[in-house]
């Protein structure tokens, strides 16, 4: 069975921006209903690059409405700095695949700005059990992408730790995330665990 176009178009997308992948992993049967969704995982070619990972299958539907607003279509993007462990690559794309089907399993869209917790460490993140789930924070990064069907966002996901997620839940989500890039390295675990 071919994908859905804006599967095509998000997938053709990504190969635009990223290249083509070095790995991935497909679910399937997943919770209605996502039926099948990909993981694409770019490698770093050294210590100080980034391993990047990217959903390819959330956007097949529109996530579910909240209060009275449509819940549109969004991909999942995660970067963390450096090499891992083939373990962590794959506990990172159990985790990313979980949380993409987190609006069909919770009655509720995900958006820019939102702080989702997972209830223990993410792998190759020790200290942060909960993301931030952000827009493009550099210029010329992909907010969303253009698809024939309608725009597909990005949110990008940044692990946090109990601290900083606790310091998020008393600021606006634009400043929490501005004053965590002034801060750290969100590629990487926040210091200290």
């Known amino acids: 069975m071919s994908a859905p176009p804006i599967l095509r178009d998000v997938f053709h997308a990504l190969r635009d921006e990223w290249g083509d992948e070095h790995d991935g992993v497909t679910f399937e049967h997943g919770p209605p209903p ?3 969704l990909d993981v694409m995982l770019f490698r ?4 100080g690059g980034v391993t990047a990972f990217a959903t390819v299958g959330m956007s097949a539907h ?3 409405p909240r209060e009275g607003r449509a819940g549109g279509r969004a991909e ?5 700095r450096g090499i891992l462990q083939r373990g962590d690559e794959q506990g990172l794309v159990t985790r990313l695949a979980n949380l993409a089907v987190y609006p069909w399993t919770q009655d509720r869209p995900l958006g820019w700005g939102e702080l989702v917790g997972f209830g223990d460490e993410l792998p190759a993140f020790p200290g942060c059990s909960s993301v931030l789930l952000a827009g493009a924070w550099a ?3 992909t907010s969303t992408v253009e698809t024939s069907v309608e725009p597909v966002r990005i949110l990008n996901v940044v692990p946090v ?3 900083e ?3 998020a839940l008393t600021r606006r989500p634009e400043d929490f995330f501005s004053d965590l ?10 210091p200290h665990g």
Do not use: Y
């Open 34 to 36: 996502v039926e099948r």
């Open 44 to 47: 770093a070619a050294d210590p």
């Open 62 to 64: 529109p996530m579910p």
């Open 76 to 80: 999942l993007r995660l970067f963390r």
């Open 139 to 141: 210029a010329g990064q």
């Open 161 to 163: 730790s109990e601290l």
């Open 165 to 167: 997620r606790q310091h």
């Open 181 to 190: 890039l002034n801060t750290r390295d969100i590629f990487a675990p926040p």
